[in-house]
């Protein structure tokens, strides 16, 4: 018998979060709390699906940077678990280890487009819990962000 290889395993696991993202919620609202650091990076629109997977799960936000300097997403850590940045291209997801944040801008993670992707949560996160999230920049102070997680089918009426 064949067994198909991690990899194949963990880009199901990521397309079946990307696709949880794409229906609707009609009971709640985009709330999510914003959030602001120094050198005018702000976040806001920021949530969780709750994830089908018990280890993996997707984020999603809007960084604003209303400073007249460029700036770039270096990094995301939690306590929940591993965050890697991803973005999604003509179908394909990729890896990445910066994301530019322009002066007077915006950087947006929604799904099907650049995404944050939980791995090795310590718990499978619920519904209507809270994810604490620091986002790391080459300039900027670090930025703490709570990420509700909403349902798996929440598609925001604002924003990303």
């Avoid at 949880?20 to 699906?49: H, L, R």
């Avoid at 994830?51 to 460029?70: F, R, W």
């Avoid at 591993?82 to 947006?108: N, R």
């Amino acid at each position: 018998m064949r067994r198909p290889t991690p990899a194949v395993g963990v880009l199901a696991g990521a397309a079946a979060l990307l696709l949880a993202g794409c229906g609707s919620d009609s009971g709640s609202s985009s709330s999510s709390e914003g959030s602001s650091g120094q050198g005018g990076i702000t976040v806001s629109g920021a949530y969780m699906p709750q994830p089908v997977s018990d280890d993996m799960a997707a984020g999603y936000l809007t960084i604003a940077n209303d400073s007249g300097t460029k700036d770039e997403l270096t990094s995301v850590t939690s306590s929940a678990g591993e965050i890697t940045m991803h973005e999604t291209a003509g179908g394909a997801m990729q890896e990445l280890t910066e994301l530019p944040v322009p002066a007077h801008g915006q950087l947006v993670f929604k799904s099907g487009g650049n995404h944050l992707m939980f791995d090795k949560l310590k718990r499978k996160p619920k519904q209507g819990q809270i994810i604490s999230v620091e986002l790391h920049f080459a300039s900027s102070d670090p930025v703490v962000v709570k990420m509700p997680v909403k349902s798996a089918t929440y598609v925001p009426k604002t924003g990303h």
